[in-house]
């Protein structure tokens, strides 16, 4: 078929849909269409998929090609175009994916800010609790169990909890209500 590119008869068969017609140019120019849109693209997979596309378009669509030149035309600028296409997808969910990311890293930075002014307000509160629960719940603030607690303080596991349900109920009651119920939360989520 390249070498007779004067083929009227070939070019009647592919305006007219002929199959046998549609697989030699696809034979003939598949390669080529891939190489040219890897060239593009700087992927071979990707631009087999993009010379796949442009083959089927060709086929599902009527087209009349009144010589070769029109027809290697319109099989480069498809491929070209889906090209330019492929490479604006991509661009976009690559932009949507680091916005995506972004907003995890923003919520999370907030979050960490507003749990660090709890703990900070809560601490303000623990300092007012007689010295041994203050030094207990200081550590059950920073994530500690009670058995983790038991062995940094030295005291026995009882101790801890009872000292943990003491400043629990102090807490509870020097604590604005809205301040105590992020700081039950914050043990829930820390336990």
């Not at 891939?34 to 010379?51: G, V």
Request: include cysteine; charged fraction near 25%; glycine fraction near 2%.
């Amino acid at each position: 078929m390249k070498a007779s590119e004067t083929d009227i008869t070939f070019l009647n068969k592919l305006n007219s849909r002929n199959y046998e017609a549609f697989k030699q140019l696809f034979r003939e120019y598949f390669q080529d269409i891939a190489y040219y849109s890897s060239k593009i693209l700087k992927d071979m997979d990707i631009a087999e998929d993009i010379a796949q596309e442009v083959f089927i378009r060709l086929w599902e669509k009527e087209n009349h090609f009144e010589n070769y030149i029109a027809l290697k035309s319109y099989l480069y600028l498809s491929a070209r175009n889906s090209c330019l296409n492929y490479i604006k997808h991509h661009n976009i969910v690559q932009e949507h994916s680091q916005n995506l990311i972004q907003e995890e890293v923003d919520e999370k930075t907030w979050d960490t800010i507003i749990e660090t002014e709890i703990i900070s307000l809560l601490s303000d509160y623990i300092r007012q609790l007689p010295e041994e629960c203050a030094k207990i719940m200081n550590l059950v603030m920073q994530g500690y169990n009670s058995t983790e607690i038991s062995t940094l303080t030295g005291v026995s596991s009882s101790t801890v909890r009872s000292q943990k349900q003491r400043g629990i109920s102090l807490l509870k009651k020097i604590v604005p209500t809205e301040l105590y119920t992020l700081f039950i939360l914050f043990l829930q989520q820390n336990n």
